[in-house]
């Protein structure tokens, strides 16, 4: 009887040794091996490994985790309170270090480096008054030189790859003066930026005007110049004509002279039929 309870107790005890010797490493797991709280040295790939019964694994998230920061409070330049929104995002790259900085408690770790991250915010927003700060002139992520922190990071076993600001807000009593200085400021560059505009509108109007004035004049000159020297070309043929034959010149002046007087309805022409006027109609009735 005695032999079968050792025995049973002897498989127990090898089966306990045996689970307690047998490990498994999941895939987005890091893990680390202590004995006695003594971090031994060892790189586990996903899988099953074996180990000391007395040795102690520890297991972490090698993820890409994330961690929010609401409700920060920091004062500006002019001792102006600011509620500054931000968040974090890191991984794990050193397991024993992580161990060792942090007891491989990831709510240890987001502290550390929310604590790293609030020194540089409250720095920068130190830095400038509270206007700077609220319309993020000044107060950017990329003023707050966050990747610097970088390093500092990996001492805490880690790799911090993004800090980003999310909201920037004021208290009740002081949001909205501030907001109004904005909105004036915003209306008073508008109202700058129209005028600029109402005066470059007028200036291209005038030069526009200008412009069509010039080539209207230029194109009245050319045209009395084309009509004076087509008028003298006909006068010049005129003459040529009239010279070549004086009887005909006399004649054709003559038939101008009954077109224009006659040639009206409702004229009335008050003029002796013997005069010079009606010679070529007398001959042309004679005939």
Do not use: C
């Amino acid at each position: 009887m005695y032999q079968r309870i050792i025995a049973a107790v002897a498989l127990l005890l090898v089966a306990v040794l045996l689970w307690r010797s047998v490990f498994a490493v999941n895939e987005g797991e890091a893990a680390l091996i202590t004995r006695f709280g003594v971090v031994q040295p060892g790189d586990y790939a996903p899988g099953a490994h074996l180990k000391s019964p007395f040795d102690e694994v520890h297991k972490f998230d090698r993820r890409l985790s994330t961690r929010a920061y609401q409700g920060e409070a920091f004062l500006s330049q002019d001792q102006k309170a600011v509620t500054i929104d931000f968040y974090l995002k890191w991984r794990l790259v050193d397991p024993a270090r992580y161990f060792q900085a942090t007891g491989g408690d990831e709510d240890t770790a987001a502290a550390r480096l929310g604590d790293m991250v609030r020194e540089r915010i409250k720095s920068a927003v130190a830095a400038e008054p509270l206007a700077a700060a609220i319309t993020g002139t000044k107060l950017t992520d990329d003023t707050l030189h966050i990747g610097d922190l970088r390093a500092p990071s990996t001492r805490l076993g880690v790799e911090l790859v993004d800090a980003r600001l999310q909201r920037i807000d004021l208290p009740d009593d002081l949001a909205n003066s501030v907001y109004a200085r904005m909105q004036q400021n915003l209306t008073t560059q508008a109202q700058q930026l129209r005028t600029q505009g109402s005066s470059e509108a007028d200036k291209i109007r005038a030069d526009a005007e200008h412009t069509r004035a010039q080539i209207l004049a230029d194109a009245t000159r050319d045209a009395q110049r084309v009509r004076g020297e087509a008028d003298a070309a006909a006068a010049a043929d005129y003459a040529r004509a009239y010279g070549a034959n004086a009887e005909f010149a006399a004649f054709y002046r003559s038939l101008q002279a009954y077109k224009n007087s006659l040639g009206r309805d409702g004229d009335i022409l008050v003029i002796a039929p013997e005069g010079e006027f009606f010679k070529y109609l007398h001959s042309a009735s004679g005939r």
